[in-house]
């Protein structure tokens, strides 16, 4: 039992955090500040209760509904508190219980905000990303170890070559594809590559384009949608991130036997 309390701790931090996020994806886009004012129903206006405001259990004892209108709440805030609290567990398990887990449950964070807010309004915000790539230069110079050898210190130069790498490589497809890349996934990829360094860079976009075609397909398939949908692309850079973060080593293994 003792060995199972740190990640309960780990799980509570992350779905209050999770809670956090929902305040994120829902005022950024819209240029409201995320500290004030307190948290209120979007239907009455009436301020949550702290004991109304607790990750998941709150929504399932109130039943979905706010406690005064009784105006059901979208299912996404819990799903976002359990998702950031089942990805902060996944780092413990991944990375131990060092800074670096820290960090990278900071990353996926701004994962999860950037996809939510990319799906609902086709942008992925600065606020989110600038502040990432410094923080990605800073942690990966002093902290981060490169995830496809986690014995060595990632360094400067190596996260530095991440983000121009990450950067670098979009613009590029910006350029080639005459706006067919937004600016924001640029610098989503710049701040991936100044956390993970170059080579995730080159995994993370091959999931990332190979989820999204998938995606694209089953959308024209299935709902008729036409080539030229357009298809937010940071939720699959997120997931490709991810995936990188957490099985980036035995994916290269698998690729490269040997190696």
């Known amino acids: 039992m003792g060995d ?3 990640y309960i701790i780990v799980f509570l931090i992350g ?3 999770g809670s ?4 994120c994806i829902y005022r950024i886009p819209r240029n409201v500040s995320i500290v ?3 948290s ?3 239907s009455c206006n009436t301020p949550i209760k702290p004991y109304d405001n607790i990750p998941v259990l709150s929504y399932a004892l109130l039943g979905g509904k706010c406690r005064i209108c009784r105006t059901p709440i979208s299912l996404r805030y819990p799903l976002v508190e359990l998702l950031n609290a089942v990805l902060f567990v996944a780092c413990a398990l991944r990375f131990g ?3 670096q887990t820290a960090v990278y449950a900071l990353l996926c964070s701004a994962l999860v905000v950037i996809t939510f807010i990319d799906l609902d309004f086709h942008i992925i915000p600065d606020v989110i990303t600038l502040p990432g ?3 990605g230069l800073i942690a990966g110079s002093l902290l981060l170890n490169d995830p496809f050898a986690r014995d060595s210190l990632l360094g400067f130069r190596a996260s530095l070559i991440g983000l121009l790498s990450g950067g670098g490589l979009f613009y590029a497809i910006a350029v080639a594809s005459k706006g067919g890349m937004g600016g924001g996934d640029i610098k989503m990829m710049a701040m991936v590559g100044a956390f993970t360094g170059w080579k995730s860079i080159v995994l993370t976009t091959f999931l990332a384009s190979l989820t999204g075609a998938v995606f694209g397909i ?5 709902r008729g949608k036409g080539r030229k949908t357009k298809i937010p692309f940071g939720p699959f850079l997120a997931f490709g991130t991810l995936v990188t973060l957490f099985y980036g080593q035995e994916l290269l293994a698998w690729y490269l036997p040997g190696h």
């Open 20 to 23: 956090f996020l929902n305040v």
């Open 218 to 222: 089953f959308l024209m398939i299935a």
């Open 36 to 38: 004030s004012p307190a």
């Open 97 to 99: 219980f060092e800074w």
């Open 15 to 17: 779905s209050f955090i």
């Open 133 to 135: 790539i410094a923080l």
């Open 40 to 42: 209120r129903c979007p």
């Open 4 to 6: 199972i309390v740190p």
